[in-house]
């Protein structure tokens, strides 16, 4: 039997990536299948990085995010093999990707740790296998696979095999060193949870020589500690974490993790036994640590046999070897919990913290993830109280813990197999299919998004990008894991020129969203595979189809995503998710009237504009014009408001229909002391509706005619009840 329990050893962790990934993903060369949302972040800047030559700091490219650049850390592109594979490069097929096989070696290392870890305390192979496996079966393992590098586990079960194994100190600190150091070159959310551990077991021995007050010893401590610390430093250092402007970014609080975490798993597909709940969207994602069934029942099972049993308490030793990681741990969940507690969808409290300091803990921001550590500790207490349990006990506990967990998760395991569905097939380019791309790119020294927001068409990016990258053509944009904002200024410019009719000739324009150019650019605008561009002047005489603009609906919104966008001057602040901001004193956007579709097919008798905005930290007085003269003062309080604005009928005999917005008394940031940002913001515009006043008017009025034929039966019913009620009294034979 010994072979057969090796061989399953072996087995093992091949068995359960084959369970959670498409074994296709292991082919170097198929990247089609990450060409998409953060997996194009990642593939994308590690693909720019090999493209330019090694040079100083050797961890930074400026193909991507051109000129300003990005280091690979920030496109999260793990640096570790980044720096591998670039140096074998001219080994390597042109189309090449390490996010596959680093899965696999994620999950053989997982493995591998938590055999590791649970092996001494384990009473034979067997048990110690099933150890293993429900260590490799936690779902936050898996369903971080869209952020590759925060796979990596297993350098938590790193840190805690060397808290709880290894017994020499000097080899401790040589291990810690080597752990923390090595994950600097990776993902710096890792080093803060390891770091945990770490001073964890720092703490264990400095107390009692502080205590002592032992100066040599705690000098002595200080050192390996610095020593330990200085690792990682250099390391990050090497992947870029201390390059550029990108040390700030919002969230903390926001991608926490909400009480019910352990035990709600989110989407009802995603347990077989526990009904799901929806959590709030930073919280579903970055704050996911659903445990599974089986492990839940092994943490409860646990408890009930340490309560119980003799047996099982005599994990006590074990269980206090760990009291040093409380104090540590405590730390890690409040960071996770934020001072956003949540329960289920009960906010229990929210703590108003001071701007500054959410600035510094923005470092910080997916919070959520804080909780890995305590899991993986609390299944290792509990497997250690299984070990020490009666042996029919252990043979029956571990195998039921392995089988629940995996019906538990069937739902789950599918839809994280989906994720890598798509490496299936061969095919690298999907939404830019046509070669002619390759061809407009030669003849094109960069290549410029407009807007510069990869996430109007993160895939269509990508597929462009990586083309362009290969080409080793510059790129003004990227997706950085924080905002670099010497890079975010120079893109606000390119808008600015672009929307005065200003470009680069040597350049290829890719539109990710369909928005009329200026009127000097239309001639020059053309379509390649439903996407607009410019084509560099070297190459405009191809023969491409003219573009098509679709017709503007009546109800327009003005977030990134939404075609209303395009109709702003360059007097608003780039949009955001679901609107934009004015800049400056006066702000206009021209809609094309003539062109624009009414739901009912007819041009407003009353035409009138409704509009949702709101004024940026105070409220503001705005004036409206159209075309030129004014028609409204809009008084904008800090919360969304609606805001009709009378229009002449007179405006359907232009093409166009300009609206201006006066601001009166804009705002900077600078004013608040909250940054050097001068730029003076107004109003924010999320939604404006060409509609009828007329029909409006109309059903308000009879919406009023209802409630006031409602309220004449209500007072006409009470005033009859009270003549029944008299005329009773009136009835009533009266007392002697």
Same mark, same amino acid.
């Given at each position: 039997?010994?072979?057969? $329990?090796?061989?399953?050893?072996?087995?093992?962790p091949?068995?359960?990536?084959?369970l959670?990934f @498409?074994?296709?993903?292991?082919?170097?060369?198929?990247?089609?299948?990450?060409?998409?949302? /953060?997996?194009?972040? @990642?593939?994308l800047?590690?693909?720019?990085?090999?493209?330019?030559?090694?040079?100083w700091?050797?961890?930074y490219? =400026?193909?991507?995010?051109?000129?300003?650049?990005v280091?690979?850390?920030y496109?999260?592109?793990?640096?570790?093999?980044?720096?591998?594979?670039?140096?074998?490069s001219?080994?390597l097929?042109?189309?090449?990707?390490?996010?596959?096989?680093?899965?696999?070696?994620?999950?053989v290392?997982?493995?591998?740790f938590?055999w590791?870890?649970?092996r001494?305390?384990?009473?034979?192979?067997?048990s110690?296998?099933?150890?293993?496996?429900?260590?490799?079966?936690l779902?936050a393992?898996?369903y971080r696979?869209r952020?590759?590098?925060?796979?990596?586990?297993?350098?938590?079960?790193?840190?805690?095999? &060397?808290?709880?194994?290894?017994?020499?100190?000097?080899?401790?600190?040589i291990?810690?060193?080597?752990?923390l150091?090595?994950?600097?070159?990776?993902?710096?959310y890792?080093?803060f949870m390891?770091?945990?551990?770490?001073?964890?077991?720092?703490?264990?021995?400095f107390?009692?020589?502080?205590?002592?007050?032992?100066?040599?010893?705690?000098?002595?401590i200080?050192?390996?500690?610095?020593l330990?610390?200085?690792?990682?430093?250099i390391?990050l250092?090497i992947?870029?974490?201390?390059?550029?402007?990108?040390?700030?970014?919002?969230g903390?609080?926001?991608?926490?993790m909400?009480?019910?975490?352990?035990?709600?798993?989110?989407?009802? /597909?995603?347990?077989?036994?526990?009904?799901?709940h929806?959590?709030?969207?930073?919280?579903y994602?970055e704050g996911?640590?659903y445990?599974?069934?089986?492990i839940l029942?092994l943490?409860?099972?646990?408890?009930?046999?340490?309560?119980i049993?003799?047996?099982?308490?005599q994990? $006590?030793?074990?269980?206090?070897?760990?009291?040093?990681?409380i104090?540590?741990f405590?730390?890690?969940l409040v &960071?996770a919990?934020s @001072?956003?507690?949540?329960?289920?969808?009960?906010?229990?409290f929210k703590?108003p913290?001071?701007?500054?300091?959410?600035?510094?803990?923005?470092?910080?921001?997916?919070?959520?993830?804080?909780f890995?550590?305590?899991a993986?500790?609390?299944i290792?207490?509990?497997?250690?109280?299984v070990?020490k349990?009666?042996?029919?006990?252990?043979?029956?506990?571990?195998?039921?813990?392995?089988?629940?967990?995996?019906i538990?998760?069937?739902?789950?395991?599918?839809?994280?197999?989906?994720?890598t569905?798509?490496?299936?097939?061969?095919?690298?380019?999907d939404?830019?299919?046509?070669?002619?791309?390759?061809?407009?790119?030669?003849g094109?020294?960069?290549?410029?998004?407009?807007?510069?927001q990869? @996430?109007?068409?993160?895939?269509?990016?990508y597929e462009i990008?990586? $083309?362009?990258?290969?080409?080793?053509?510059?790129?003004?944009?990227?997706y950085?894991?924080r905002?670099?904002?010497?890079?975010?200024?120079? !893109?606000?410019?390119?808008r600015?020129?672009?929307? =005065?009719?200003?470009i680069?000739?040597?350049?290829?324009?890719?539109f990710? =969203?369909?928005?009329?150019?200026?009127?000097?650019?239309?001639?020059?605008?053309? !379509?390649?595979?439903?996407?607009? &561009?410019?084509?560099?002047?070297?190459m405009?005489?191809l023969?491409?189809?003219q573009? !098509?603009w679709?017709?503007?609906?009546?109800?327009?919104?003005?977030?990134?995503?939404?075609?209303?966008?395009?109709?702003?001057?360059?007097?608003?602040?780039?949009?955001?998710a679901?609107g934009?901001?004015?800049?400056?004193?006066?702000?206009?956007?021209?809609?094309?009237i003539?062109?624009?579709?009414?739901e009912?097919?007819e041009?407003?008798v009353?035409?009138?504009?409704?509009?949702?905005?709101?004024?940026?930290?105070?409220p503001?007085?705005?004036?409206?014009l159209?075309?030129?003269?004014?028609?409204?003062?809009?008084?904008?309080e800090?919360?969304?408001?609606?805001?009709d604005?009378?229009?002449?009928p007179?405006?359907?005999?232009?093409? /166009?229909?300009?609206v201006s917005?006066i601001?009166r /008394?804009?705002?900077?940031?600078?004013e608040?002391g909250q940054?050097?940002?001068?730029?003076?913001?107004?109003?924010?515009?999320f939604?404006?509706?060409?509609?009828?006043a007329?029909?409006?008017?109309?059903?308000?009025?009879?919406?009023?005619?209802?409630?006031?034929?409602?309220?004449?039966?209500?007072r !006409?019913?009470a005033?009859?009840?009270?003549?029944?009620?008299?005329?009773?009294?009136?009835?009533?034979?009266?007392?002697p």
């Open positions: 039997m010994t072979w057969a $329990r090796r061989l399953l050893i072996v087995a093992m091949l068995l359960l990536f084959s959670f @498409h074994i296709e993903i292991l082919d170097p060369t198929r990247i089609g299948w990450l060409l998409d949302e /953060d997996w194009g972040q @990642h593939v800047g590690w693909h720019a990085f090999r493209n330019v030559p090694w040079a700091p050797f961890n490219q =400026n193909l991507l995010a051109w000129p300003t650049g280091s690979i850390i496109t999260d592109s793990n640096p570790f093999f980044s720096f591998i594979f670039k140096a074998l001219p080994l097929p042109d189309n090449f990707q390490f996010i596959g096989p680093w899965f696999l070696l994620c999950v290392m997982q493995f591998f938590a590791k870890l649970v001494p305390h384990a009473p034979g192979p067997w110690a296998l099933a150890g293993a496996i429900i260590m490799s079966l779902p393992l898996y696979m952020h590759d590098t925060l796979v990596a586990h297993f350098l938590i079960l790193w840190t805690l095999w &060397i808290f709880f194994n290894v017994k020499d100190e000097r080899k401790k600190n291990w810690y060193a080597t752990a150091g090595l994950t600097g070159f990776l993902h710096p890792m080093l390891m770091a945990a551990v770490w001073g964890a077991d720092v703490l264990r021995i107390v009692p020589a502080a205590k002592a007050i032992d100066r040599t010893r705690v000098l002595q200080l050192r390996d500690a610095a330990v610390f200085i690792c990682p430093f390391t250092g992947s870029g974490a201390y390059s550029g402007s990108s040390a700030q970014a919002r903390f609080g926001f991608y926490s909400g009480l019910d975490a352990p035990f709600n798993p989110v989407q009802p /597909d995603f347990s077989f036994f526990i009904k799901a929806p959590q709030d969207m930073g919280q994602f996911y640590q445990m599974g069934l089986g029942g943490l409860l099972g646990a408890l009930l046999l340490y309560q049993t003799f047996s099982a308490r994990a $006590r030793p074990f269980i206090d070897s760990a009291k040093p990681l104090i540590p405590i730390c890690l &960071i919990v @001072h956003h507690v949540q329960f289920y969808d009960i906010v229990l703590l913290l001071p701007k500054y300091l959410l600035d510094k803990l923005a470092v910080l921001r997916a919070s959520g993830r804080f890995w550590p305590i993986y500790t609390l290792l207490i509990a497997l250690v109280i070990y349990s009666r042996p029919k006990v252990m043979k029956v506990a571990l195998p039921l813990v392995i089988i629940v967990q995996l538990d998760l069937q739902g789950f395991i599918a839809a994280m197999r989906k994720q569905e798509l490496a299936t097939s061969p095919v690298i380019f939404q830019a299919p046509d070669p002619i791309w390759d061809k407009l790119i030669s094109a020294k960069g290549v410029d998004f407009y807007p510069a990869v @996430h109007l068409n993160d895939k269509l990016f990008a990586w $083309r362009a990258v290969s080409k080793q053509r510059y790129v003004n944009t990227m950085m894991a905002e670099n904002y010497e890079q975010r200024a120079i !893109e606000l410019k390119g600015e020129a672009y929307l =005065n009719g200003n680069n000739n040597d350049n290829l324009y890719v990710l =969203n369909q928005c009329i150019a200026p009127a000097n650019l239309q001639p020059l605008m053309r !379509e390649v595979d439903g996407v607009w &561009i410019i084509p560099p002047q070297s405009r005489n023969p491409l189809s573009p !098509e679709k017709p503007i609906k009546a109800r327009m919104g003005f977030g990134y995503l939404n075609q209303g966008s395009c109709l702003l001057d360059k007097n608003w602040a780039a949009p955001e679901d934009a901001w004015t800049l400056g004193k006066r702000a206009e956007l021209v809609i094309p003539q062109e624009v579709q009414f009912s097919g041009r407003p009353k035409p009138s504009i409704r509009l949702v905005a709101k004024s940026f930290f105070r503001m007085t705005v004036d409206v159209i075309n030129g003269r004014k028609r409204a003062t809009m008084e904008l800090k919360i969304r408001s609606y805001q604005i009378p229009l002449p007179s405006v359907f005999n232009r093409p /166009d229909m300009k917005f601001v /008394d804009p705002l900077s940031l600078k608040l940054g050097d940002d001068e730029r003076q913001w107004g109003m924010k515009l939604r404006l509706t060409i509609e009828d007329a029909v409006r008017e109309k059903e308000e009025a009879e919406k009023k005619a209802k409630i006031a034929a409602a309220q004449e039966s209500v !006409e019913a005033i009859k009840a009270q003549q029944v009620g008299t005329a009773a009294g009136q009835q009533a034979p009266q007392k």
